[in-house]
C-alpha cells in the first residue's frame, strides 16, 4: 500500500501529464490535464479570447470598482486580478492532478475550481488596492462574489466549449510538449509513465532506451487538432475555414484547428508554405508547374498545390536551394 501511494505520487512532471476528471457547469467529461492547460496559452486564440474577456469586464464593471477609483488603477487592477486568477486557477489544478494520483477516481469540478481561485484573487486584489489608493473594496468585492463567480463560469465554459481548438487529454498533451520541446524525448516519469504502462503502450519493468542512432531517425511528431501525427508521413496541409485538412501516406485526416498553429510545430527546413491555407513537407516537394497560366506546386502524390504571387520568389529560391543542401 505504501509502495503504491510512492509510486503514484512522484514525480512533479506526472502530475502536469495526470488525467484529470475535469467536470464542466453541466456535469460534462472534459479530458484535461494541466499541461494541455498550459500550452492553450502558447495559442494566439487563446489570448485573444482573454483580451475580449479583459475588455469585456472593464466595460461592464461586474464587481463595481468604477467608481471608486481612477481609471489607471481600475484597469491596472483588472489586469492584476486576472493574472492572479490564472496562476491560483493553475496551481489548483495540479493540487487536483497530485491527490487524483492517490485517488483516481475523485471527479474535479471545474465550477469549484473557479470558486477557490477566486475567493484568494479578490483577497489579493482588495488588499492590492488599498495599498496603493488606500481605498478598501473588500465589502463591494464580498458583495459581488457569486455574480462574478457565475460570469467566470460562463466565460471559462466558452473557453472549453468553443475557444480550446484540441484535445488536452494525456496522449495530445504529451505529443504537443514532445512537438513544442524541440522533440526530446521525455523521461518516462515526465510522459506519464504510469499511465502509458498501464495502457500496454510502454513496459512497465524495463524503461525504453533510445540509442543514438535511433534518436537521428525517429519521426518528429506534430499535433493536427486532436491527433499526433509523424512528420515523415505528413505530405500536405490544407485551411478549410475552422478545419485543416492533412495529407499523408495514411489518407487524410480532417480536424478543427489553425493552420498556423500547426505550422508553428515545424522548422524551415522541414517545409514551406506556397500560399497562405497551403502547407507543404519538404520531402513530398516534387517540381513548380503551371496550370491554366498559373504556379502550381505538384506534390510526390500528384496533388496540385497553388502558389501564391507574392510567394513565388521565396518558393523558387527554397526549391533552387534544395540540392545544394542534400549535397
Known sequence: MITDIYNRSRGFGAVLFEELDLRDIVWQRQSYTVAGHLLHYGQRRTWRYLSIVLVALVASDPVGLG??????A???GWMLGMCCYLAAQVSLMLAAAALRRLLPRLPVYEPLISLLALVPTLALLDVGVEAFTGVSVGPFLADRLAYLWITVVMLETIFLRFV???????EASVATWHAQSDTRPLPLDLAGGDALAESGQVDPVSPAVTTPSETATASRILLIGSQPVALDDLICL???????????SGGTLSQRARLSDIVAQTRLEEGLQPHRSWWVAAHALCQLERQDGKPVLRLTDGTLVPVARGRMADVERWLHGRPRQAA
Open 67 to 72: 467608481g471608486e477609483l481612477s481609471f489607471p
Open 74 to 76: 481600475y484597469l491596472l
Open 164 to 170: 480550446v481548438t484540441w484535445d488536452a487529454g494525456p
Open 238 to 248: 490544407e485551411a478549410r475555414q475552422h478545419h485543416v485538412l492533412a495529407r499523408h
